[in-house]
């Protein structure tokens, strides 16, 4: 596609249900980044996937969060058991190969848990 | 994780004054990025800087990489109120993962 694309871009759930956040990243990018922004904050890593293996999952902040990415393209992030403390925007970025990391992002999945 | 420290956090300033963002880390980066983010936005790369001591100029936008490659500087000369947004940095380090700092936001009063 022309851009990096995220799903849904707004998010409304109650605590304790599941969400999953879809990523849709430019064809031929072999690098996929998945960050947290909360309000007027900076980026929090979260997980970084070079095709379909993820050699940095440091960031996800509990066993609730989870993420997956399939064909070396489309990628999932699953919050379980949402909290309130999860509500923030959820960016994803690609990067292609040979490069220097350079980041196209997606507008983001803004994630509200009531 | 690599720790990406920018300051200030916060900088408003007149139209026409200029300033400078700093990022600092103890980590050495392969290469260094700046992006702009506007609201609702994702963040948009300005520019990328690969060697140390780097200097890259984009319209009023100076960036220096720093000799030992943790550091960085952004000073935009004679803000416009179109500059506003939140300033990141961003390291690469490794195979290609990407730290951000904790970004600077900046407003411009026409």
């Known amino acids: 596609g022309a851009g990096v694309s995220q799903s849904p871009s707004n998010k409304v759930t109650e605590k304790g249900k599941d969400v999953e956040l879809r990523c849709d990243p430019i064809?031929?990018?072999?690098?996929l980044y998945w960050y947290r922004q909360s309000l007027g904050q900076g980026l929090e890593f979260l997980i970084y996937?070079?095709?379909?293996?993820?050699?940095?999952k440091s960031g996800l902040p509990s066993d609730r969060f989870s993420a997956e990415r399939t064909g070396g393209s489309v990628s999932t992030l699953t919050i379980q058991r949402t909290q309130q403390e999860d509500s923030a925007v959820y960016l994803c970025?690609?990067?292609?190969?040979?490069?220097?990391?350079?980041?196209?992002f997606g507008q983001g999945t803004r994630l509200t848990v009531v | 994780t690599q720790l990406l420290e920018q300051s200030p956090q916060f900088l408003s300033i007149q139209e026409g004054e200029n300033l400078t963002v700093y990022c600092n880390s103890s980590?050495?980066?392969?290469?260094l990025q700046w992006y702009r983010q506007e609201p609702g936005e994702g963040p948009v790369l300005l520019v990328t800087?690969?060697?140390?001591?780097e200097v890259k100029k984009l319209k009023r936008l100076t960036f220096q990489f720093g000799d030992a490659r943790k550091d960085s500087s952004l000073h935009i000369t004679a803000a416009q109120p179109g500059d506003t947004g939140l300033y990141l940095c961003?390291?690469?380090?490794?195979?290609?993962?990407?730290?951000f700092g904790t970004g600077t936001r900046l407003t411009v009063i026409p």
């Open positions: 970025a690609s990067s292609y190969p040979g490069g220097y990391a350079e980041a196209f």
């Open positions: 064809s031929g990018h072999t690098a």
């Open positions: 996937f070079q095709g379909n293996s993820a050699p940095d």
């Open positions: 980590s050495v980066f392969s290469s």
């Open positions: 800087v690969v060697t140390g001591g």
């Open positions: 961003a390291g690469a380090a490794g195979a290609n993962n990407l730290f």
